[in-house]
C-alpha cells in the first residue's frame, strides 16, 4: 500500500490545486460534497443498492457509505464527516484508517442528521455538489450554489485527465474484470447457461451483482444483437452458436469495462468475423495518437467494418468510400466507438471542448458517439467496436436503393450467433498508447 499512499498523496494535491482554480474563478469558498443518501422503495420499508456520488468518491475512496460529507477549500487539508452510526439492523462501516486516511482529516458522523452543527457556520459563499437539493437547502446552500454548472463543468472536464493513483486503480479494477472474463469463457466452453455464466464471472471478480458498475451483459446466441441485453436465461440454449460478454468490474471506486465476443464452433463464418473485428479493433488502437480528435477514429472504424463487409462478401459491386459515404455500415455498428471511462462507467465531459463547458455535439450521422474530444495524455477511454444483425436496423436497407448490393442470404446466416463486439480500455500517453487490457493478456 506504499505506493498507493505515494500517489494518493500525490492525487489529492492535484485536487486541491484544482480546487483552487474553480472556487477562485467562481469566487466561492469552499465545496460541500455530499456522498449521497440511500433511496427507499416506493410503498416498502427497504432501500435501493446505494450508489455514491462520482465527485465525492474522486476525493476518497469511500463507496459504500451514504450521508458522507467533504469540506473542500482548496488550502486546508480536505474535512471528511464519515457516518458511522450506532445500529445493530445494519452493517456500520468504522472511521477508516487506510493509505489515504493521512491525508485527509476524518471526523466521526453518529448521527446524519448532526450535521448541521458541526458544518462551519458560515455557508453563505459555499458550492454544494451532490444528488440531495433539498438537503443543500437545508443546511443553507443558496439556491444558486447548488450544482452551479459553472463548477461541475470545471470538476468534469478536469477528471478526464487521470492522475497516476487514478490509473494504478483502474488497472486493478482491468485485473478483476480480466478473472472474470476468463471465468465466464470457461463456463461457456462447458456449456452453461447465461445465468450461470454470470455467476461464475461474479465468483472470480469477487463482486455481488449490485457491485458491478454496470448491468453485465451475458449473451448467448442471437441475444448478442441487442446491446444491452441483461435478461440472464436460467436455461443454455439448445445449440451455442456464440457469446458475448460485456462485463465490467470496480476497484476503489474506478470501473474496468470489457467485452469480448466468441464462437462456439472454430469454422464457422462467424469465428472468422470474430478474428476479423479482433484485429482491425488492435490496428485502430495502434493509430491512437494525442491530438486527434475522437470522432476521427470513429469513422476509421466504419471504414474498418466497410472492410470487412467486402472481406466476406456480405456486400459487392460498391466500394470502401461509398459504404461509409452512404452510411450502408451504421445498421452494422449502430453505437460509438466508446467513449471516456474512469469513476464512471460512462464517464463525464465526452462532449466538452475546454473547462467552460462548451459542447460539441456527436455528428449528426452517429448521434450515439459519446465522444467527441481532442485525446490529451492521462485520458482513459474504451475502445469498443461492433457488428450485429439488429432486424429492425437491416430492414431499411433490404428495401432500400443499395439493396441489391447486398449478400441477404449470407447476412440472415448470421442471425442465429446475434453480433460481435471487442472492446479494451486504452489510456493515452504523450508519445504512447497503453492497452490496460490486452497487457493483461485477455485475448
Not at 457469446?243 to 463464418?269: C, K, M, N, P, V
Request: aromatic residues 10%; negative net charge.
Amino acid at each position: 500500500m506504499d505506493s498507493l499512499k505515494t500517489l494518493y498523496h500525490a492525487h489529492i494535491a492535484t485536487l486541491q490545486q484544482r480546487a483552487q482554480q474553480v472556487l477562485a474563478r467562481n469566487k466561492l469558498d469552499a465545496m460541500l460534497i455530499h456522498s449521497g443518501e440511500l433511496l427507499t422503495v416506493f410503498l416498502d420499508d427497504h432501500t435501493y443498492p446505494f450508489k455514491v456520488n462520482p465527485q465525492f468518491k474522486a476525493w476518497v475512496p469511500v463507496t459504500q457509505v451514504p450521508n458522507c460529507w467533504l469540506w473542500i477549500d482548496g488550502v486546508n487539508k480536505p474535512k471528511l464527516w464519515f457516518y458511522s452510526p450506532v445500529d445493530y439492523w445494519h452493517n456500520v462501516e468504522p472511521l477508516p484508517d487506510s493509505f489515504w486516511t493521512g491525508d485527509v482529516e476524518v471526523i466521526g458522523l453518529k448521527d446524519a442528521d448532526e450535521i448541521a452543527q458541526l458544518l462551519p457556520a458560515q455557508r453563505d459563499n459555499v458550492a454544494y455538489i451532490g444528488p440531495v437539493n433539498a438537503r443543500a437547502t437545508q443546511l443553507g446552500i443558496a439556491s444558486g450554489n447548488i450544482n452551479p454548472k459553472a463548477v461541475i463543468d470545471f470538476l468534469h472536464f478536469h477528471r478526464s485527465i487521470k492522475t497516476d493513483y487514478e490509473l494504478a486503480c483502474m488497472r486493478q479494477a482491468q485485473k478483476l474484470a480480466v478473472a472474470g472474463h476468463r471465468a465466464a469463457k470457461e463456463a461457456f466452453s462447458s456449456g452453461l447457461s447465461e445465468f450461470d455464466i454470470n455467476q461464475a464471472y461474479l465468483t472470480a471478480t469477487g463482486h455481488r451483482d449490485t457491485d458491478v458498475p454496470y448491468g453485465n451483459i451475458i449473451a448467448l446466441n442471437e441475444h448478442a444483437a441487442v446491446l444491452h441485453y441483461t435478461r440472464l436465461d436460467h436455461q443454455p440454449p439448445a445449440k451455442r452458436h456464440s457469446f458475448l460478454i460485456d462485463a465490467g468490474a470496480e476497484y476503489l471506486g474506478y470501473a474496468a469495462d470489457l467485452t469480448r465476443s466468441y464462437a462456439a464452433q472454430s469454422s464457422s463464418l462467424y469465428a472468422r468475423m470474430v478474428e476479423a473485428m479482433n484485429a482491425e479493433e488492435l490496428a485502430l488502437i495502434a493509430t491512437l495518437k494525442a491530438g486527434v480528435r475522437y470522432t476521427d477514429y470513429h469513422l476509421q472504424m466504419h471504414q474498418r467494418i466497410a472492410k470487412m463487409l467486402l472481406k466476406f462478401e456480405l456486400v459487392q459491386g460498391i466500394s470502401e468510400e461509398a459504404l461509409v459515404a452512404e452510411d450502408l455500415t451504421g445498421p452494422f455498428m449502430p453505437h460509438g466507438l466508446g467513449h471516456p471511462l474512469g469513476l464512471q462507467v460512462h464517464d463525464v465531459a465526452g462532449f466538452m471542448q475546454d473547462d467552460q463547458g462548451t459542447h460539441l455535439a456527436a455528428p449528426a450521422q452517429y448521434p450515439y458517439l459519446r465522444c467527441t474530444r481532442v485525446l490529451q495524455p492521462g485520458m482513459v477511454l474504451t475502445i469498443e467496436p461492433g457488428f450485429y444483425i439488429i432486424d429492425s436496423l437491416l430492414a431499411p436497407l433490404r428495401a432500400g436503393r443499395f439493396s441489391q448490393h447486398f449478400n441477404w442470404q449470407a447476412i440472415d446466416a448470421l442471425r442465429p450467433y446475434g453480433g460481435i463486439r471487442i472492446e479494451d480500455n486504452v489510456v493515452i500517453h504523450t508519445h504512447r498508447v497503453e492497452n490496460m487490457t490486452r497487457d493483461l493478456h485477455l485475448a
